[in-house]
């Protein structure tokens, strides 16, 4: 089974938007594949969901106990400084600390990558493609 870590527009744009990402959340859900998020990435998730889509706290905290409950949670050791965003070393990390297969996402810094030490970078429709 796959494991895959989800970048935070993928969790934004799938609670908030629907879509191909709802899709590859609702796969997580349904055992699809192994997700695996980090005490960093939920953080981030939270801010972006106040920030961006303007959910209240409770709702908020709902969602982030549903992402906690589907995934694995890891606390990376090791810090990844390789991409110019730092929120974007926490979805490295957490992958490299998992041993991911995946990281979905749709942020051109992760994009560009397209793969790190083994680890494929893919946007959400590549990933339900395969």
Known sequence: MSRVVLDTNVYISAYGFGG??????????????ELVTSPPILLEVA????AVLGFDREHTTEVVRQIARVAAIVRPV?????????????????????????IVSGDRHLLDLGEREGICVVRVAEFLGR
């Open 20 to 33: 191909k990402p709802a899709e590859v959340m609702r796969a997580a859900i349904l055992g699809e594949f």
């Open 78 to 102: 090791h810090r990844i400084a390789v991409v110019a965003d730092d929120a974007d070393n926490r979805i490295l990390e957490a992958a490299a600390e998992s041993g991911a297969d995946f």
């Open 47 to 50: 801010d972006r969901l106040e």
